[in-house]
């Protein structure tokens, strides 16, 4: 299966702070997917990227297949964005393969 | 619009007892797939199910099992539970007409004591 890294594994950003978490991946995919999972366990769905780019509200996201990675853009970070960040591609079968994630900390 | 729905939340077992987990995937939805998450640890796929037949399996061995009904919805089965199974349980929905988006549920959280 693809191999999943992402970077970095734990990220501590002051509230209205930027940061851009990295997904590195091992083999060319069909798609992409960012989810961010809160303290409950849910799985939400942010964006379905298998190349370019996409933005919603603060977050944004770029995918570059022919390099093997993805990018996670949040701007003006709010203490709602804590959490952790999966990157989750999937390649010539039908699963979704994950990393061990980022684990986002805003503070107020 | 309802999301994709499993139950129970939660559920507490014992070693060499039997589970089964139910999931309802999104409206227009066909395909469902089982991921598990161990505690600090990304998912990981159990398996997935699409026209009543399981389509792909990850590498979890035969004690878990799984099922999926004409109105799509699915079962998943763990035999013989070990300490080690304990862990979230997520179940995700897709659509093969349309992207192949995945949406996942609230999961089950299983303890096996």
């Known amino acids: 299966g693809i191999q999943v890294e992402q970077s970095p594994p734990d990220l501590i950003l002051q509230e209205g702070a930027n940061s851009t978490l990295r997904c590195n991946f091992s083999?060319?995919?069909?798609?992409l997917q960012w989810f961010h999972q809160n303290p409950w366990g849910q799985l939400i769905n942010l964006f379905y990227?298998?190349?370019g780019t996409k933005q919603n509200g603060r977050l944004s996201a770029t995918t570059v297949a022919t390099e093997r990675y993805s990018l996670l853009y949040i701007s003006s970070s709010q203490t709602t964005d804590s959490g952790v960040y999966f990157c989750?591609?999937?390649?010539?079968?039908?699963?979704?393969?994950f990393g061990a994630g980022t684990t986002v900390t805003v503070r107020a | 619009d309802a999301g994709v729905t499993q139950s129970p939340t939660h559920l507490i077992k014992t070693r060499g007892q039997q589970v089964t987990l139910r999931c309802s995937p999104k409206?227009?939805?066909?395909?469902v797939s089982w991921y598990q998450q161990a505690l600090g640890q990304g998912p990981q796929f159990i398996f997935q199910?699409?026209?009543?037949?399981?389509?792909q399996r990850g590498n979890f061995p035969d004690r878990f099992s799984g099922h999926q009904f004409p109105n799509y919805s699915s079962e998943l089965n763990v035999n013989a539970l070990l300490l080690g199974d304990s862990a979230l349980y997520l179940c995700?929905?897709?659509?093969?007409?349309?992207?192949?988006?995945?949406?996942f549920g609230p999961g089950t959280r299983l303890t096996v004591t």
């Open positions: 199910y699409y026209e009543e037949e399981e389509r």
């Open positions: 989750a591609p999937r390649g010539n079968d039908y699963k979704l393969s």
């Open positions: 995700a929905s897709s659509s093969l007409r349309r992207v192949s988006e995945q949406y």
């Open positions: 990227i298998p190349s």
């Open positions: 409206s227009g939805h066909d395909t």
């Open positions: 083999d060319s995919v069909n798609n």
